[in-house]
């Protein structure tokens, strides 16, 4: 199954435990989960939502908790059935408690925030190599063309595995990741305004990856035993774009290195120079020979220069928000 099949699968996650109940009789429960999480990979924290189906086989109290400390956990806008539901949320993580009768289906939801490993992107002299630093494989990764309605696929990448990432052509680009992305909750619940935050960024490239059979977040379901189907969806966004630094003298070299080894994705032209950085646990050096200029870039995406004149005569050049 590709990345175009997401919005098949999220439609699965309603009809799952319909198919339950008209082929096992209620003889099994379900969980079924689909998370989305956004890597923000300058601050070392992911950001994730986690949507949640239950199928239950017998009229029982159910619970659902989350395991991470901020986590809020509640019903969607179409939560199924639920009778008197509560939420509790505030210190600790959020917990969702409701009613359920035999053969009957509820919907949650779950955001949270936590600490998380990354994924790694480097230049390299034809383009960008990403590494899989998550702790865990996906099983396919595409990476979504800005202003182009498709995405380069780059394949499962395992864990600790690397791939190459080349220079990013439009006419390359196959299908659209956002479209297999937005409809995850218009699949799954059918509300009239599911989602108020976009699932893709539009003007810049995003790395997307799915892992299935794979859960983040910790949710623990209280009052049933179910068999569990996840799906995670990884998405980060990448600035794959050259960054630039132009000076009113003309360098005669420029280099670049990412964790103390030179990297061959730099080039001096007049008076600017371009150079592609990292993401994720890379942090890369730019050095300008002639002007005497040599700045740090941290690992953080989308960062800048902006460069003007200072107050003696000189360059200078500092970093600024994308």
Request: aromatic residues 2%; glycine residues 12%.
């Given at each position: 199954m590709d990345v175009g099949d997401v919005p098949l699968l999220i439609a699965l996650f309603g009809g799952a435990s319909l198919a339950m109940t008209s082929y096992t009789k209620g003889s099994q429960a379900m969980l079924v989960r689909v998370e989305v999480i956004d890597l923000l990979p300058d601050v070392g924290l992911a950001r994730g939502a986690t949507w949640l189906g239950v199928f239950s086989t017998r009229k029982t109290t159910l619970s659902l908790q989350s395991g991470e400390p901020d986590a809020v956990l509640?019903?969607?806008v179409e939560p199924g059935f639920q009778s008197d539901p509560a939420v509790v949320a505030g210190a600790g993580p959020g917990l969702l408690s409701y009613g359920a009768e035999t053969w009957t289906l509820a919907y949650a939801r779950s955001d949270w925030t936590a600490p998380s490993r990354t994924l790694e992107l480097r230049p390299t002299a034809d383009g960008w190599a990403l590494t899989n630093r998550l702790g865990y494989p996906l099983d396919e990764v595409v990476v979504q063309v800005p202003d182009a309605a498709g995405v380069v696929r780059l394949g499962a990448l395992p864990d600790a595995a690397t791939v190459a990432v080349p220079v990013l052509d439009p006419s390359a680009a196959t299908q659209s990741a956002s479209a297999a992305l937005q409809p995850v909750l218009d699949a799954f619940t059918g509300a009239a305004e599911p989602e108020s935050r976009a699932l893709l960024p539009q003007r810049e490239?995003?790395?997307?990856?799915?892992?299935?059979?794979?859960?983040?977040?910790?949710?623990?379901?209280?009052?049933?035993?179910?068999?569990?189907?996840?799906?995670?969806?990884?998405r980060m966004p990448a600035p794959l774009e050259p960054s630039s630094a132009r000076?009113?003298?003309?360098?005669?070299?420029?280099?670049?290195a990412c964790d103390g080894e030179p990297v061959d994705a730099v080039a001096v032209r007049g008076s600017e120079v371009t150079w592609r950085g990292a993401v994720g646990t890379a942090a890369c050096?730019?050095?300008?020979?002639?002007?005497?200029?040599?700045?740090?870039?941290?690992?953080?995406?989308?960062?800048?220069?902006?460069?003007?004149?200072?107050?003696?005569?000189?360059?200078?050049?500092?970093?600024?928000?994308?």
């Open positions: 509640a019903p969607l490239a995003v790395i997307v990856a799915r892992a299935d059979d794979r859960a983040v977040e910790p949710v623990v379901l209280s009052g049933l035993s179910p068999v569990a189907e996840p799906t995670t969806i990884v000076f009113d003298d003309a360098p005669t070299a420029a280099t670049l050096t730019v050095h300008v020979e002639g002007v005497g200029f040599s700045v740090d870039l941290p690992a953080a995406a989308g960062l800048h220069l902006g460069c003007g004149d200072d107050d003696e005569g000189g360059v200078i050049c500092e970093p600024e928000g994308r």
